[in-house]
């Protein structure tokens, strides 16, 4: 009988915790505006964009060394002054807000990319903390390789002509 209820109590831990994380939804495209971009940048295939997951990284229920567009296991890095500053829009399926934004720069000596969070008082800080309050918004972070990959090339093909 007690094995039984083990048994139980542990599928029905197993579908709380799966209906949570489809409760907080998927990552179903990507945007980049702003900064030296012609024209935004969308990123709609979901195979890709659900690559970068809104709900996972540090104080969240799935707590991944890289997760987003950040590399959350370097901690916080300042960027230098002077980068073109790209806007990045996580759309997913969530509503009312269901889009996560962050700020995106490229070291163009290093190709390295960086990540902020917005801070209070900045906009898009309000609908991500609705959607997920992590404790580090305000922040710059090195960015995860991943993205760096998929990001990099698109805005260097995406650039306005000087």
Known sequence: MKGAIAVLAAVAALLIGSAQLVAK???VSIRIAGGDLAT?????DRAVASH???WAGPLTTIDEPQS??????RGVAEPPKGLEIYDVSFVTT????????VRYAIDPSTNAG???LPGKDEPGYRDNVFLIYRGVEGKWFHAWSDWEKLANPLIATHRRAH
């Open 25 to 27: 939804g998927d990552t």
């Open 40 to 44: 935004p940048i969308e990123i709609t």
């Open 52 to 54: 970068f997951q809104v």
């Open 68 to 73: 987003l567009n950040i590399d959350w296991s």
């Open 114 to 116: 960086y990540v902020y």
């Open 94 to 101: 969530r509503s009312n807000p269901g889009t996560y934004a």
